[in-house]
């Protein structure tokens, strides 16, 4: 019973208790900030629960520790390439010559306490950064999340991805040790190609000949504060354009494009995003802490001179390396100035393509469909199978890219001949993603068959029936309305027709070339697929299932078919016969 | 035991009263002749005719036999090398050397299992002492590089410092020399068209300085104008003493640089992380309701 409620008819009034102490400081600050109403309605913000969307958290937690990590590196490493003698605890090592940047580097790695394990959780943070974020860019794509209104939040993510790469690559440049500076001579080789200019952008981005002395600097100033900046502001819009949109959902009973069935921000996904982010820091420090990633006192300090077998860059360059590796060595020479064609179009065209095509995908789809609506119920991946076959065929070339970059490994492991893999590849990466294509789409197709065969004749029980003529039939029951109405929430597809060249006027069809190159690009991608049943169809589908069940009511089938009476705990006639 | 003390003591004092004795003098050197001779009879060879000219021919020919049933096939009947229709079937050994042998043979290389781009490393066919019959055949039919000693290859006479100061420097030759091949921690590399440079973690010291100097197939020959003895002795410093090193950064993934990484990134990392999404995802915010009386 508080103070504040009269205990008595006495003549004391009844007081107001004095608030405590943390009550008075949040009203004190939220007189001045007046944060409880912004706070109120986005508090109770509704999330829809499914595990594939908390994969862009995996990245954005990662992003956290890389700041928290990175912050504390910062500490002690020296940006220079100001030769000192190393006279640190590492013996293979002391008393050479280096740069400022490989010297505090090792004594991160060997003299600061927990400087081990903050450059290896750093490090590994970076390569689970990039890989979530291609894992939530694939969730989005299969699911068609990127559709309106979220076309430009697809393009940040892909920026994103982008700044990412470009982020790691400045960081496993910066400890100036033999892999980096190999890392450093490919991409001033990749910039040296751009034909014509090549030359002044390499001598200006060092400074003069590389490697110089400028390059280190100017990389550590682009990694700890231009990229980030950048990284945290595209963060920031891409999450204020999930709200602002509001997140997007699976179909389903109550489920539409106007509502979000889910759970509110506050209690629920606090706790679930926070527990997660303490759950990836668990994993990042597990791996820090007990798996060895780049060992730079091993690869020794850069020297130009030397370069060592099993040079490759982290993972998310590895589409590079690979298309340098199977790319033929063409050159061609005009005017006394060689195109390193060979170079050009693997380090500099090829990556801008991909990024394009992937980038460009959802205005592509826009364009074929026609569809202006805007979507927040997302797509079974098997609903848009030329969709999905696109992202499998792209998944294998990048796979099958990483995969020649890593070429002189995969020969050791495996004992393979280090010519043959190369030639594979060249092969390889026009053809299988091709074939992938193919087959995804047709499982894909195949899935929807499946969905349709559920939706007209039930589901599989597994139950084998007997006629009485002998033969056999597996037994189908329909499945609930709420499954139903799951599988049929998706809209058909509309396939444009090739218009006639000319009506029966004489006019041309309107939109020319280009709307005949969109009906035939929409015959390509949507003609093949399956349609949901029509109503009528479902409903021959429920009348016939009726009319079955009806037979096997007459046939005196109905109560013995379900199998029940063998389990065992059931008497069966004729049962004692089997002990005979 | 004290009786026996007693009894040492008493012949001691016995012979010692009798040392100053008119033949003791005669006795001595009598004494010294025999012990002389039946040392001389216990350490020197078996048979004192035998010179060590005379062994070696011995161990030539012994190395000759087992030359012509194992390797002449391939190498001819005196080490000429044969040539086949299409292309050598076996080099030319002469001159190769006996640290040749040793090394091919010592590693189990030699004799090959069957032609193909590189001799495959297998269980040794020979034992130690047939090695060194082979070695000693083959030395004979031309000169070249001999088995090297051990203080060739390991840096015993240096100081602390100067060993310390031998691995740094062996250090930064392995990563100019031998790194491009080998891996920067020696774990191996690919060569072209099915060729290997093999691991260097579980070779001995001797059979790195072996291949140092005969340059086994791929690998080049490293001189001793090229690369010193000390220089070579250096290198296995170095690599010896990157195996004493703990691994600091934890667990290795095949020392193979950032492929593996990489692998382990997607299937370590990302691979439990997602699993954890679908955990958190799996449990949903369900309260138990508790039925309350009005």
Known sequence: ?580 | MRLLNRSVNGLAGRISRRRRGPVAGLLVLLLGLVLTGTMYAAFSPANASRTTAQADEQLIQEGRELFLVGCSFCHGQNGEGVRSDNGQLGPSLVGVGAASVDFQVGTGRMPMQQPGQQAAVKKKAYTDEETEALAAYVASLGPGPAIPEESEYTLDGLSEDERREAVVNGGQLFLTNCSACHNFEGSGGAMPQGKVALPLRDSTEKHIYEAMITGPQQMPVFADSVLGPEDKASIIAFLESTKENPDYGGFEMGGLGPVSEGMFAWLVGIGSLVGFAYWIAAHSARSKRQETSA
């Open chain 1, 1 to 580: 019973m508080s103070e504040s409620v009269a205990k008595t008819n006495g003549p004391n009034a009844a007081v107001t208790k004095k608030p405590t102490r943390g009550a008075s400081a949040v009203t004190w600050a939220d007189d001045r900030l007046g944060l409880a109403t912004a706070a109120k309605k986005n508090l109770r913000k509704i999330f829809p629960d499914h595990w594939s969307f908390m994969l862009g958290e995996i990245a954005l937690w990662s992003f956290v520790i890389l700041l928290i990590t990175g912050v504390f590196l910062t500490f002690w490493f020296k940006p220079s390439m100001g030769e000192v003698e190393y006279m640190g605890s590492y013996a293979q090592l002391r008393g050479l010559h280096m740069s400022e940047a490989y010297a505090s580097t090792l004594d991160i790695s060997f003299d600061v306490r927990g400087g081990l394990l903050m450059r290896q959780m750093h490090h590994w943070s970076a390569m689970l950064f990039i890989a979530a974020m291609l894992v939530h860019m694939m969730r989005v794509f299969l699911t068609g999340a990127f559709r309106k209104p979220r076309e430009l939040n697809w393009i940040i993510g892909g920026l994103l991805i982008l700044l990412g790469i470009i982020e790691g690559f400045a960081g496993y440049s910066l400890p100036d040790d033999l892999l980096s500076g190999t890392g450093l001579r490919i991409a001033d080789g990749l910039v040296k190609a751009t034909p014509v200019l090549g030359t002044y952008m390499s001598f200006f981005m060092f400074g003069g000949e590389f490697p110089g002395d400028d390059i280190i600097p100017r990389l550590y100033m682009a990694h700890i504060l231009l990229i980030p900046g950048l990284i945290l502001a595209l963060i920031a819009a891409h999450m204020l354009l999930l709200v602002y949109h509001k997140h997007t959902q699976w179909p389903g009973p109550g489920r539409t494009e106007e509502n979000v069935v889910g759970f509110p921000m506050l209690p629920v996904y606090a706790a679930k995003a926070g527990g997660f982010f303490f759950i990836t820091f668990g994993v990042t420090a597990l791996m820090g802490g007990l798996m060895s990633i780049n060992p730079v006192w091993k690869y020794g300090p850069y020297n130009p001179s030397q370069v060592t077998a099993g040079s490759q860059p982290d993972w998310y360059m590895g589409i590079a390396e690979g298309l340098l590796r199977i790319m033929p060595g063409w050159e061609t020479s005009i005017f006394g100035v060689t195109l390193s064609w060979n170079v050009f179009i693997p380090g500099q065209l090829m990556p801008i393509i991909l990024l394009a095509m992937v980038l460009a995908w959802p205005f592509l789809e826009a364009w074929v469909t026609g569809d202006k609506r805007e979507h927040h119920l997302l797509q079974r991946p098997r609903n848009a199978p030329t969709r999905t076959a696109f992202l499998a065929a792209m998944i294998t070339l990048y796979g099958l890219l990483w995969a020649a970059g890593g070429n002189d490994i995969l020969a050791v492991i495996f004992h393979l001949n280090l010519n043959h893999i190369t030639y594979f590849m060249r092969g390889a990466v026009f053809v299988v993603p091709i074939l992938v294509f193919m087959l995804t789409r047709r499982w894909c197709i195949s899935l929807q068959r499946q969905d349709n065969e559920t939706l007209l004749h039930g589901y599989e029980t597994g139950i084998i029936m007997r006629s009485a003529e002998g033969g056999y039939t597996e037994r189908h029951l329909p499945i609930s309305p709420e499954a139903a109405y799951t599988l049929t929430a998706r809209d058909r597809d509309t396939v444009h027709e090739v218009e006639a060249g000319v009506d029966e006027n004489g006019v041309p069809a309107s939109g020319g070339r280009i709307a005949a190159v969109r009906a035939r690009l929409s015959q390509a991608m949507y003609g093949h697929n399956v349609q949901k049943p029509t109503a009528q169809e479902l409903d021959e589908g429920h009348h016939h299932a009726e009319d079955e069940h009806a037979h096997e009511i007459e046939a005196g089938l109905d109560h013995s078919a379900d199998g029940h009476q063998f389990d065992g705990r059931h008497p069966v006639e004729g049962e004692e016969l089997r002990s005979h």
